[in-house]
């Protein structure tokens, strides 16, 4: 059993509790027109270009071996169609001398994989440990529950940083291996979730509900990023308060303000939608902090 992942953080304080070793998995079946981490959104290798980093030595040019790459105006370009980088062709990445061009994603076996992130084991004091990010993990549920297992097996703390957009099914047999849930929550209203995500909002929803029916409020860190014009409109954030207030066991809530990404999207030939490109203002970052407040929820800045 292979998965794919696209980088490995390690001494991580922002990804969870302690300090933990983050685990970043490609494929994610949302497309949120802010997605942070653009290279985890498709479920197969990319390439990413660092212009900063080319020397035009047009190695990349030379050594491929479907003649996939070339340059234009001093900018390297790919064409789609030739290329098989997306198939496991490593060759131009392999070869830059300077790592202007670089391979976004490998695959990897769940033992292989824990064999590279257990030097990090000793770091682990209590609640430090390991979490899967993304993309969205659930995306890879066999590969993510065999390496959750195995994690398990070592008595290492789990966190599983989701949309929570997957099924019911695959949400019922990952539970049970999670110590903490980083769970995201983006548009109240399920028209407004479809446009700026590409999906309804419904499985969501009926995934932390369920989550809270199997006693484990207190293992949710809820997660509301601050997207401006999208996500920070008062009628959004009320209606979230609203219904967060009314489940039991959920009491606080994390605040992640925008910020701005284009460029990863650049090095990855993706098109970026988000027109604004600065932050929340701090008056919006208070408003909103205050209308959760008033919910009665604990409200805190950052993951």
């Not at 967060?244 to 939608?273: A, N, T």
Request: glycine residues 6%; aromatic residues 10%.
């Amino acid at each position: 059993m292979q998965g794919i992942v696209f980088d490995i953080k390690r001494f991580a304080i922002h990804d969870g509790p302690g300090i933990r070793t983050t685990i970043f998995m490609k494929g994610c079946p949302l497309r949120c027109w802010w997605c942070h981490n653009p290279e985890g959104i498709s479920n197969k290798p990319q390439l990413m270009y660092f212009e900063y980093k080319c020397i035009h030595c047009y190695t990349c040019v030379n050594v491929c071996p479907k003649k996939a790459v070339y340059f234009e105006d001093g900018i390297q370009k790919i064409n789609k169609e030739k290329c098989t980088v997306e198939n496991g062709c490593t060759i131009c990445g392999d070869m830059c001398p300077t790592t202007a061009t670089k391979i976004v994603g490998r695959y990897v076996e769940p033992k292989e994989l824990i064999k590279e992130v257990e030097r990090d084991f000793y770091l682990y004091e209590d609640p430090g440990g390991v979490t899967f990010s993304g993309g969205e993990p659930l995306f890879q549920p066999r590969f993510l529950k065999e390496t959750m297992k195995i994690l398990k097996e070592r008595y290492i703390n789990i966190a599983l940083d989701t949309s929570g957009y997957a099924s019911h099914e695959v949400m019922k047999s990952i539970e049970p291996y999670v110590n903490i849930f980083l769970y995201d929550l983006k548009l109240f209203a399920e028209k407004e979730h479809i446009k700026y995500t590409g999906a309804s909002n419904k499985i969501i929803i009926n995934n932390l509900l369920y989550l809270i029916k199997q006693n484990r409020a207190e293992d949710i860190r809820l997660r509301f990023p601050v997207i401006p014009s999208i996500t920070d409109t008062e009628k959004n954030v009320r209606g979230w308060a609203e219904f967060i207030s009314s489940l039991r066991g959920l009491e606080r809530i994390h605040i992640l303000p925008f910020h701005d990404v284009s460029e990863k999207y650049r090095r990855l030939r993706m098109e970026y939608k988000m027109k604004i490109r600065s932050p929340p203002p701090e008056e919006k970052m208070k408003e909103i902090k205050e209308i959760f407040e008033e919910a009665g929820l604990e409200v805190i800045r950052g993951g």
